[in-house]
Structure formats: C-alpha cells, structure tokens
C-alpha cells in the first residue's frame, strides 16, 4: 500500500511524494504563509463576489427580445484572448523584475519545459469551454438570482469530489451545513421555471434540469481539476500557467467556432457580430472573473472559493430587481436566508475536522466515538516516511476567509 498523509491545509489525504499530489514549492509557501496572503485572500474573496455577481446582470443586459444576437461561443473565444493578453503582458512584466540568476521566463528552454509539466490544463480548459457556453443556455430558463442560486449546487458537488477523490475530511456540522445550502436553493427554486418548451422540443422542465446537472458538475470537475493542476507545479510562475490554461481554452472556443460555422455557414465566423456595449462589459468581466479564479485555485482553496461566491448572490438578487424590476420574492429572500446561515455553520471554526497532531497524540473527534487510535498510528507511520510531502502549517493559518 502506497503511503499516505494527510495536507494539514486542506484535509486530503495525499499520496507519497512520488506520485506529486502537490509539489515542494507548494508546501514551503503554505510553511511560510504571511499576514500579506491572508490579505490577498481576503481580496479575492471580495473581488470573486463582485464579478461573479455582476456576471449573470451582464448576460441578462446582452439579451435582445429574450434571446442572444450574438453567438455566445464568440463571446467566450474573446475572453480567453483576453486573458491570454493579460497573461502575456504580466510575463513581460515579471521577466523585466527577475533577480539576478534565476531561471529566465521567456527563454525557449522553460517555455517548453512549463508546457510539457503543465499539459493537464488542457483538461479543465476544456470543461471550462463547456461550462461558459452553458451560462448563456441557462440564462435562457432562469433570472439572473435563480441563475446564481443554482450556481451554488457546485459547492456540494465539489465537497464530494474532495471527498472521494482527494481524500478530504469533512464533519457532520459542514455535512448538515451543505445539506442546508441544498434546502436553500431549493427554497429559491420553488415556481420559478417559465412556461413552454425548449430549443429541444423537450419540455421547459426537463431541458432546464438537464442543463442544471451539466451546468452544475462539469465546472466541479474542471475546478478541482484546476486546483489539482496549479499547484502541482507550483514552482511555474502563475502566469505562464494561466497563458497555458487560457491559451487551450481559447483553442477549444475557436474550434467550436469553426464546428458552427460548417453548420450555419460562413457568414457565423464573425466573432463581432451582435455584440452590444453590454457583451463589451461582459468580456471584460468574465476575464477579469478568470484570472481571479486561477490566483484563487493556486494560493487558496476551492471549496472556499466557490462558497464564497454565493455572497455574491444578493447582490445578484438586489441589482436584477432594481435594474429589471424582478421581484424578490419570500422564496428568495428564504432561501438566501438559509444559505447564509450554511455558509456560516460550514466556517464556523468548531465545525472543522481537527488536525491530527504530528507529536503522536490522539486525533479528538466530535462525538462520543473521538479517539481515531487507527488513523493515527497509520498516519503516524507514513508521516515520518514523507517528510517532504507535508505541508507545514500553523493552526491560526486555518481561519476562514470569510467573516463568521
């Protein structure tokens, strides 16, 4: 049986440091993590709020007579040139800043060594691409508020891929606080599909639920997908992963472009064609909201990524009602009602798993059943096999990014 121990940081359980679950430049930021990244966490916290809030307005404003003029794919293909943009600009800017005898950035040498270690983004670009297409499709069935509830399903659907795939703890209070999140949007969902049929000839209903599964679980692969792929090479500069990342997405928009175009013909290979003011500030929007989520993936954390974007619901919820005289109804202001109160039991610091102590003392569990004598021992015996694959952190570098 291959070693395991568990990340102190984020409660996998991660495999010997010969398969690179996370790499040693990785484990030295989160041993030597400041006062200066709580603050830059505390920033992409607030800053994820507000872009992610204002992305389903922007995509509401885009509509003409209840449909798109444009062709959203082109809309995602400008973004990831965007964002491409930005990656290569910020490259410059850092390879001008490089100290002296370090690795140049821009040399042919760890341009092609980057890109064979960091070949894995191709895979969550490409759920990406997807799941950017679907938050058109979905604006088609659902309000902005309803749009961004739901969004919020990927919470729990990433807490089971942590789960089953990274091995990560959770307690009951953070299970019955997810159970909670689901009640809520739940709450919120009650009458809120319109009539009539869809694209499909499927009925509103199934369409709608249908797109929700996709909509919901193909982002929570890609996110932690994307996690997983950042901070694997940790040592690359993030931008030069973020120019891989958004290099392969705008491939994939751009082929599926192409596929359009041998359907629709050749006048469809306009990429400009019925973009308003309001799809300019959705660009931009969605690339700034892009290149905040890969900060967030590679010096952060998913999960808490992703819980604290359902802030970003009542703003979602205050700005369509004001802006499109959509109404709040009690439903809504129930379900975000309960959403918060989730989103505060799931960080509240008596809920957290307890960390198993690296000095040979007992895990203390809650319940009656607290002391786990048979993790321990295992894990006391992989630890000292797997020194280099521990991530040495201090237990006041745990607290949540989010105010309780």
């Given at each position: 049986m291959k070693g395991v121990i568990e990340c102190s940081v984020c409660h996998s359980k991660l495999a010997s440091p010969s398969s690179k679950a996370f790499s040693k430049a990785y484990d030295r930021h989160r041993s030597s993590i400041s006062s200066k990244t709580r603050a830059?966490?505390?920033?992409?916290?607030?800053?994820?709020?507000?872009?992610?809030?204002?992305?389903?307005?922007?995509?509401?404003?885009?509509?003409?007579?209840?449909?798109?003029?444009?062709?959203?794919?082109?809309?995602?293909?400008?973004?990831?040139?965007?964002?491409?943009?930005?990656?290569?600009?910020?490259?410059?800017?850092?390879?001008?800043?490089?100290?002296?005898?370090?690795?140049?950035?821009?040399?042919?040498?760890?341009?092609?060594?980057?890109?064979?270690?960091?070949?894995?983004?191709?895979?969550?670009?490409?759920?990406?691409?997807?799941?950017?297409?679907?938050?058109?499709?979905?604006?088609?069935?659902?309000?902005?508020?309803?749009?961004?509830?739901?969004?919020?399903?990927?919470?729990?659907?990433?807490?089971?891929?942590?789960?089953?795939?990274?091995?990560?703890?959770?307690?009951?209070?953070?299970?019955?606080?997810?159970?909670?999140?689901?009640?809520?949007?739940?709450?919120?969902?009650?009458?809120?599909?319109?009539?009539?049929?869809?694209?499909?000839?499927?009925?509103?209903?199934?369409?709608?639920?249908?797109?929700?599964?996709?909509?919901?679980?193909?982002?929570?692969?890609?996110?932690?997908?994307?996690?997983?792929?950042?901070?694997?090479?940790?040592?690359?500069?993030?931008?030069?992963?973020?120019?891989?990342?958004?290099?392969?997405?705008?491939?994939?928009?751009?082929?599926?472009?192409?596929?359009?175009?041998?359907?629709?013909?050749?006048?469809?290979?306009?990429?400009?064609k019925g973009h308003s003011r309001a799809t300019m500030f959705l660009i931009f929007n969605n690339a700034a909201q892009g290149i905040l989520s890969s900060f967030f993936f590679k010096y952060a954390d998913t999960i808490l990524k992703k819980y604290s974007s359902t802030v970003a619901t009542i703003f979602t919820g205050i700005a369509s009602a004001f802006l499109f005289g959509h109404a709040i109804t009690m439903n809504f202001v129930l379900g975000i009602s309960i959403v918060f109160i989730s989103m505060h039991q799931f960080f509240a610091p008596l809920s957290k798993v307890k960390d198993v102590p690296q000095n040979g003392s007992l895990d203390i569990m809650e319940g009656p059943n607290n002391l786990r004598l048979k993790d321990q021992a295992f894990l006391n015996m992989t630890a000292g096999a797997n020194e280099d694959a521990r991530h040495l952190v201090e237990p006041n570098e745990r607290a949540p990014l989010l105010p309780i």
């Open positions: 830059l966490n505390v920033f992409l916290v607030v800053g994820d709020c507000i872009l992610v809030g204002l992305q389903p307005i922007l995509v509401y404003m885009s509509k003409v007579d209840g449909s798109f003029k444009f062709s959203p794919v082109s809309v995602n293909f400008l973004t990831e040139m965007a964002k491409v943009l930005f990656a290569i600009v910020m490259l410059l800017f850092q390879a001008r800043h490089q100290k002296v005898g370090e690795k140049p950035l821009l040399s042919l040498s760890t341009f092609c060594q980057a890109a064979r270690n960091n070949a894995i983004l191709a895979v969550p670009a490409f759920l990406y691409a997807i799941n950017n297409y679907l938050k058109f499709t979905m604006q088609l069935y659902f309000n902005p508020s309803t749009v961004k509830m739901l969004s919020n399903l990927k919470v729990l659907v990433i807490a089971v891929l942590l789960k089953f795939i990274m091995r990560r703890r959770f307690s009951i209070i953070q299970w019955e606080a997810l159970a909670l999140l689901l009640i809520g949007i739940s709450v919120n969902q009650l009458r809120s599909l319109p009539e009539g049929t869809t694209a499909m000839g499927l009925p509103v209903a199934t369409g709608a639920y249908l797109y929700t599964v996709i909509f919901v679980t193909v982002p929570s692969f890609a996110s932690v997908y994307n996690e997983y792929a950042l901070k694997s090479q940790f040592d690359t500069s993030i931008y030069l992963q973020n120019l891989f990342l958004y290099g392969y997405g705008a491939i994939f928009n751009f082929l599926a472009i192409l596929g359009i175009a041998l359907f629709k013909g050749p006048e469809s290979l306009d990429i400009l």
